[in-house]
């Protein structure tokens, strides 16, 4: 009987030895997997990444819109993704990037960066690929158009640009980004609100913004258009001279330029600007991207990238934003041959 009673304490004894200890793993397991003071989203892009690096495509030259817009997404996701890479791969607005990154299907560290340009260009260009071929996981900004001349120019008002392009349209020669971009359907805008064909509007598209300031500088066009953030340091220094904005209304930015609307005539035009992931990828990965981007959003780096470079915040996520995309693709089109520069 005493060696049984021995036997059956035995165990008893072993588990109040390690009950505590056992209690102790338990909680801090849960504290572990509950942790308030972990980040969810930086947790959540981990699960998506798996260890891979983030990688954000700008499908047009350094110093551009696109640009501008990955590498200040890179600088306000460090907290949250740590380290990502950003890459150039330009031309054709955009739809040269465009047919690299659709290959890159089902990955989720592939981003690209796109915008309204991407879908003109991809119409006028007659591309085999669209943003249909994409995942829209959010927008981000809103940025206008800027009509500038070179300092010494004499055409001094968009009166005088008007009056020239109803004289001699050829003569009046604009230069801007690519080919059925922003830059190149204002032009046409501006020529149909002046009287003329906007189909004939001598239009000289490049690749980048620093390219076309170089062409109106030299004096080998009359005119450019340009992003408002990417020519605002030109305006300021006296290189070129703002004769109106796209907006609606004047902009806190360019106070003294007046809207095209002020000036005369009848346009508005906004530029905008967005994420997209490689189709094929799970539901999953797409919510936890969106949620990534939509938190960067609210970032200190973030909001004082758009205070910094005038743009507006035009955050739109989810099914909202996949709508909005293809509504644009419709929109671009009517508008694109409408001024006669829609695929043939």
Known sequence: MRNRRRQDTAPRRRWTYWAPLAVAVLAT???????????PERGAAARVLAGQQLRIMAPAAPGGGWDQTSREMQSALRDLVGRSEVYNVSGAGGTIGLSQFVRHQGDPSQLMTTGLIMIGAAETNDSPHSLSETVPLVRLTTDYQ???TSADSPLRDMTSVADAMRADLRGVSISGGSAGGVEHILAAM?????????????YVAHSGGGEALTTL??????????????????????????????????????????????AGLDVELQN?????????????HEHALEQVLLEMTRTPGWREALARRGWGDATLAGPEFEEFVRSEESRVAELLAEIGLGRR
Do not use: Y
């Open 29 to 39: 397991g849960a504290l572990v997997a509950t942790d308030p003071g972990e980040d």
């Open 217 to 262: 500088l030299s004096g080998r066009s009359s005119l450019g258009i340009s992003g408002v953030s990417e020519i605002r340091p030109q305006i300021e220094a006296g290189q070129v001279r703002a004769l109106a904005v796209s907006s609606p209304h004047r902009l806190p930015e360019l106070p003294d330029v007046p809207t095209l609307r002020e």
């Open 146 to 148: 800027v009509v500038v």
């Open 190 to 202: 501006l020529a149909k609100a002046a009287g003329a064909n906007p189909a004939e509007v001598s």
């Open 272 to 284: 905008w600007r967005g994420v997209v992931a490689p189709k094929g990828i799970s539901a999953e």
